[in-house]
Nanobody
Framework: QVNFVESGGGWVQPGGSLRLSCAGTGVSFTIEDMAWYRQAPGKQRELVATVTRAGITKYIDSVKGRFTISRDNTKNTMYLQMNNLRPEDTAAYFC??????????WGQGTQVTVSS
């Protein structure tokens, strides 16, 4: 069974940092693009950042310069380094892994809360 599990969320004060991880288990195929999404209470899930298998990255404007997405293909793991966090970054963060020719996989989410 394939699973992707996020970890690293928690509470942090504004200006603080967190590092999220998304680890895949039971993976027997090539993972294509991977992405981090987030969903704040009462809002739609939004794409935060993507990384291709080759390491090409994209970010939404609000996190550029503060967040860094990366992956380790040998470990089927993706990361999101989040610096200078703001209250508006508070959300549940989800990882997504794309599989060629099949539906992708979602993690269960990890909560990030930024407040003083």
């Amino acid at each position: 069974q394939v699973n992707f599990v996020e970890s690293g969320g928690g509470w942090v004060q504004p200006g603080g940092s967190l590092r999220l991880s998304c680890a895949g288990t039971g993976v027997s195929f090539t993972i294509e693009d991977m992405a981090w999404y987030r969903q704040a209470p009462g809002k739609q899930r939004e794409l935060v950042a993507t990384v291709t298998r080759a390491g090409i990255t994209k970010y939404i404007d609000s996190v550029k310069g503060r967040f860094t997405i990366s992956r380790d293909n040998t470990k089927n793991t993706m990361y999101l380094q989040m610096n200078n966090l703001r209250p508006e970054d508070t959300a549940a963060y989800f990882c997504y892994a794309e599989r060629y020719g099949s539906p992708g996989y979602w993690g269960q989410g990890t909560q990030v809360t930024v407040s003083s």
